[in-house]
């Protein structure tokens, strides 16, 4: 099935640093999802975007929702451990009955 | 308030044999979802129900099938498994159909041998 494509794959960050992810798709989207996921856990959602060149921020993290709708990003700031995880982007067409699309995923890891 | 809920968590299942998932959607939602998480990719979609209808449908075989019952509980049936199904499913509640704000449960962990 279709996945977004989502970079980079894995970072490698010190605490304290800021992390900037992109998702891109061949395809436009009416909303775009940012989720993270814990081990043995499902996604949990962070950020979502609504609107064509939306930017929107929750704590430390600021997601934006292209202008050609068919890209995002999400920036956290000032990295902590607990922001160790896998996150994923997300996109929905509209309508609600053909589900998410996700991305595979940005593995985020930080070194002490 | 209680999350989504799955069950069972783990699985071990034999090719060809038959399974089947469940889920509890939190209280008052009425769309249930279900997505294949494949280890190192993202979850993709398989169903959505809402108000015990199906709503959509991805790229699986007819060989997964999905119902949703008054409550808005919900099972996922996979039959004659594969190898490849080894995954794990996870199951989402919304409000409504138009709805994204998805809550995902914790997952079931199925592997097929």
């Known amino acids: 099935g279709q996945q977004l494509n989502q970079s980079p794959q894995s970072m490698f960050i010190q605490e304290g640093e800021d992390v900037s992810m992109n998702c891109t798709s061949s395809s436009i989207f009416n909303t775009w999802l940012w989720y993270k996921q814990d081990p043995g856990e499902g996604p949990v959602l962070l950020i979502a975007l609504y609107k064509a060149g939306e930017l929107t921020s929750n704590g430390r993290l600021t997601a934006q929702f292209g202008i050609t709708r068919k890209d995002s990003f999400l920036n956290i700031s000032a990295s902590i451990p607990s922001d160790v995880g896998i996150y994923f982007c997300a996109g929905h067409w509209g309508g609600g009955a053909d589900g998410l699309t996700f991305g595979k995923g940005t593995h985020l890891i930080i070194q002490p | 308030d209680a999350g989504v809920t799955q069950s069972p968590t783990h699985l071990i299942k034999t090719r060809g044999q038959h399974v089947t998932l469940r889920c509890s959607p939190i209280s008052g939602h009425k769309s249930v979802s279900w997505y294949q998480q494949v280890l190192g990719q993202g979850p993709q979609f398989i169903f959505q129900?809402?108000?015990?209808?199906?709503?959509g449908r991805g790229n699986f075989p007819d060989r997964f099938s999905a119902r949703q019952f008054p409550n808005y509980s919900s099972e996922l049936n996979v039959n004659a498994l594969l190898l490849g199904d080894s995954a794990l499913y996870l199951c989402a509640s919304s409000p409504g159909q138009g709805s994204y704000g998805y809550t995902f449960g914790s997952g079931t962990r199925l592997t097929v041998v």
């Open positions: 129900y809402y108000e015990k209808e199906e709503r």
